[in-house]
């Protein structure tokens, strides 16, 4: 069975610092994607990166980027220059398998970012 | 453009009661899903439809129903509540394929069951 796990429960940054929140997974699978996702207090989950399992380069997207480590199986996400709306819950997630086009997503259990002024 | 809207966005029921949760999406996403996040814990997927007319079972499925009533919404059913089905709900929908096709969620539905 696929795995995430998101090792850091917590992490507290200083605003304007770089951060790095951990992702490992676990699949046999060649072809799988790996997504992340924020989820701010208000409780919506806002979609940040994607990274596919057959990309030749890192994803990023505009502070956002994820340092893609193939054959130690880590997609950790690094968010420049970090802000006060980036306090928020951080979500890891590997699209399982496609069942008829359907992306099955499964879930780490979450990093809470802090971002301190 | 609303995405996807859930109702409603907090419920109280009495184990044993039944309710449907209603997810709608104005994407034209072929594929919706329904997840549950529990305290301290990230989303599981309890069901999902690939497309108009098939829906499937995903992790935690037990005591749920679901429908896919059209292309734009999926509904959640609840036949007797149980006080483990406390959760937050989230109904999501994306197109269908693969690569970068992420997911969008609704607002969640916050569910006591007392």
């Known amino acids: 069975a696929q795995k995430i796990t998101q090792t850091q429960p917590g992490m507290f940054v200083q605003e304007k610092e770089a951060v790095t929140l951990d992702c490992t997974y676990d699949?046999?699978?060649?072809?799988?994607?790996l997504f992340w996702y924020k989820q701010p207090s208000s409780g919506e989950m806002i979609f940040l990166i994607y990274q596919g399992s057959y990309d030749q380069q890192n994803a990023t997207e505009g502070r956002y980027s994820l340092n893609f480590q193939k054959a130690r199986k880590s997609a950790n996400l690094v968010i420049s220059a970090s802000q006060l709306g980036d306090s928020a819950m951080y979500f890891c997630?590997?699209?399982?398998?496609?069942?008829?086009?359907?992306?099955?997503?499964?879930f780490g259990q979450g990093t809470r970012l802090t971002i301190n002024p | 453009n609303a995405g996807v809207t859930q109702t409603p966005k907090f419920q109280v029921l009495k184990t044993g009661q039944s309710m449907t949760l209603q997810c709608a999406q104005d994407m034209n996403h072929n594929s919706m899903y329904w997840y549950r996040q529990d305290p301290g814990m990230g989303l599981r997927l309890i069901y999902y439809s690939a497309s108009e007319g098939t829906t499937d079972k995903g992790e935690v499925p037990n005591g749920y129903n679901v429908s896919r009533l059209n292309k734009r919404e999926f509904s959640l059913r609840l036949e007797s509540a149980a006080p483990s089905q406390t959760s937050v709900y989230f109904c999501?929908?994306?197109?269908?394929?693969?690569?970068?096709?992420?997911?969008?969620f609704g607002p969640g539905t916050r569910l006591t069951v007392t």
């Open positions: 699949t046999s699978d060649p072809s799988y994607g």
């Open positions: 999501a929908s994306s197109e269908r394929g693969r690569g970068r096709l992420e997911q969008y």
């Open positions: 997630a590997m699209r399982e398998a496609t069942i008829q086009g359907a992306q099955k997503l499964v």
